[in-house]
C-alpha cells in the first residue's frame, strides 16, 4: 500500500514555472513506477510523464518534451515535475500515479488503468 499527496498547483501566468510534488508514504518507494496524469474540465484523464522505480528511465508525451521534466528523490519519497514555458492549455488538476513494478528500471504503462495507487490531484491554472 502507498499513499500519495500532491502540492505545488496554483495560479501562473502563462510562460511562468510550477514544480509539483509527489510524496508518498511506505519504505519500497523505489520499488514503484510513477507518473504525472492531468485532467482538463470536460476531458479525459491523460498521461503527462513516466518515470522508473530508479529514476533512470523516463518517457514524456508530446505536450510536455522541452517544457516539462519529472524526476524523483527516492531517499524523500518524492516525485517531481518541473513545469516551464507554461500555456494555457496545460490548465488541469494534475495527478500523481504509482504501480509496483518487477523491475525498478521499468516505467509504468500509459493508461489509467496501469496504476493502482493514485493521489488527490492539484490544480494548475495557467493565464493568458
Known sequence: QVQLVESG????QAGGSLRLSCAASGRTFSTYAMSWFRQAPGKEREIVARISGTGG???YEDSAKGRLTISRDNAKNTMYLQMNSLKPE???VYYCAAVRMALNDARGGRRVEDYDYWGQGTQVTVSS
Open 57 to 59: 528511465n523516463t518517457e
Open 90 to 92: 496545460d490548465t488541469a
Open 9 to 12: 498547483g496554483g495560479l501562473v
